[in-house]
Nanobody, 118 residues
C-alpha cells in the first residue's frame, strides 16, 4: 500500500523556521522525484520545490528561493523542506508529491498546515 505522509507543520512567528518531513512507503522511493507544493486559501496549488530522483538537482519557486531548502534521504525514504525566514504569505497547506514521470506514477500526501502569524 502506497503511503505519503507529511509531518512537522504548525504555527510559527514571522521570521521563524520550520522543517517539514515526508515519509514514503509502498513504492521505490529512490526512483521518484520528490516535490513540495502548497495551497493557500482561495488560491491554486503551487509548486514550491523539487528534488530530482538521481543526483542532487533541486529547483525552487522564486517565492521561496534563498529561504527554503529541499533535501532527501533515500535510506530513510524521507524528503524534507527546511523553511527559514518565514513570512505570513507562506501560510498554506503543504503537500508532498512523489513523481516518476517515465511511468506516469504520481502520489500525494494528505497535507500539513503551516501558519505564519504573530
Amino acid at each position: 500500500q502506497v503511503q505519503v505522509v507529511e509531518s512537522g507543520g504548525g504555527l510559527v512567528q514571522p521570521g521563524g523556521s520550520l522543517r517539514l518531513s515526508c515519509a514514503g512507503s509502498g513504492f521505490t522511493f529512490s526512483r521518484f522525484a520528490m516535490s513540495w507544493y502548497r495551497q493557500a486559501p482561495g488560491k491554486e496549488r503551487e509548486l514550491v520545490a523539487t528534488h530530482s530522483s538521481t543526483g542532487d538537482r533541486t529547483d525552487y519557486s522564486d517565492r521561496v528561493k534563498g529561504r527554503f531548502i529541499i533535501s532527501r534521504d533515500n535510506a530513510k525514504k524521507t524528503v524534507y523542506l527546511q523553511m527559514n525566514s518565514l513570512k505570513p504569505e507562506d501560510t498554506a497547506v503543504y503537500y508532498c508529491n512523489a513523481n516518476w514521470a517515465s511511468y506516469g506514477l504520481e502520489y500525494w500526501g494528505q497535507g500539513a498546515q503551516v501558519t505564519v502569524s504573530s
